[in-house]
């Protein structure tokens, strides 16, 4: 069964800094890859996808993410996080051939001024 | 932009009762998803629906129905209400696989 990975539950960086949130996932074809982000209270807003070409896509608010095959990876960076970006980011892979998305359980970042 | 409503943001609702949770979207999609989101355990699929009056199960329907009478609307349904049910509960809709879907703001349910 398809599956996704955040390995860091919470992470602080220092406004200005750059930032790398880390996904994997477990699918065997190519697979249809998002990052959403939740800021406290509210729903989720769609980052970036992949679905194919362009391994490296770039996204909304300066994310870009990088689809790698061999390391069944998609991670999340930004050069220069501002304060505004703390938040919970979720990524999350469409299942077998139909809409459904699996998600992984969220990496929460904290931002410190 | 599309747009997911919830009808509500907050609610409180007594052990056993029967509650429901609307969502509207307003871009024709075809696809609707419920998810409850709980800490540690990011979003996990209740129901979802490719149609009207079509839905299928996802990986935690126990406890949960749903209805679509029209594509634009889709609600959950929690037929006797227990405290493990308090979570919050996200609606989203997409046109199909590549596009991503869109979320709504959530409903913050507690059951007391």
């Known amino acids: 069964a398809q599956s996704v990975t955040q390995p860091d539950i919470h992470i602080t960086v220092s406004e200005g800094a750059s930032l790398e949130l880390r996904c994997n996932y477990?699918?065997?074809?190519?697979?249809?890859?998002?990052?959403?982000?939740?800021?406290?209270?509210q729903g989720l807003q769609l980052l970036l996808k992949y679905f194919s070409g362009d391994t490296l896509v770039q996204g909304i608010k300066g994310f870009e993410a990088e689809f790698k095959r061999s390391q069944s990876s998609f991670n999340l960076r930004k050069p220069s996080v501002h304060w505004s970006d703390a938040a919970e980011y979720f990524c999350a892979v469409v299942r077998g051939g139909g809409n459904k998305l699996t998600f992984g359980t969220g990496t929460q970042?904290?931002?410190?001024? | 932009?599309?747009?997911?409503?919830q009808s509500s943001r907050y609610?409180?609702?007594?052990?056993?009762?029967k509650v429901f949770l609307e969502c509207v979207q307003d871009m024709d999609h075809e696809n609707m998803f419920w998810y409850?989101?709980?800490?540690?355990?990011?979003?996990?699929?209740?129901?979802?629906?490719?149609?009207?009056?079509?839905?299928e199960k996802g990986d935690i329907p126990e406890g949960y129905s749903v209805s679509r009478e029209k594509k634009e609307r889709f609600s959950l349904i929690l037929e006797s209400a227990s405290t493990n049910q308090t979570s919050m509960y996200?609606?989203?809709?997409?046109?199909?696989?590549r596009t991503g879907s869109t979320f709504g703001s959530g409903t913050?349910?507690?059951?007391v």
């Open chain 2, 90 to 97: 996200l609606c989203a809709s997409s046109l199909d696989r």
């Open chain 1, 109 to 113: 970042l904290k931002v410190e001024l």
């Open chain 2, 36 to 55: 409850r989101q709980d800490p540690g355990l990011g979003l996990r699929l209740i129901y979802f629906s490719y149609d009207v009056k079509m839905k």
């Open chain 2, 1 to 5: 932009d599309v747009k997911v409503t």
């Open chain 1, 26 to 41: 477990s699918y065997g074809a190519t697979p249809y890859l998002f990052w959403y982000v939740q800021s406290p209270g």
């Open chain 2, 11 to 17: 609610l409180v609702k007594r052990t056993g009762e």
């Open chain 2, 108 to 111: 913050r349910l507690t059951v």
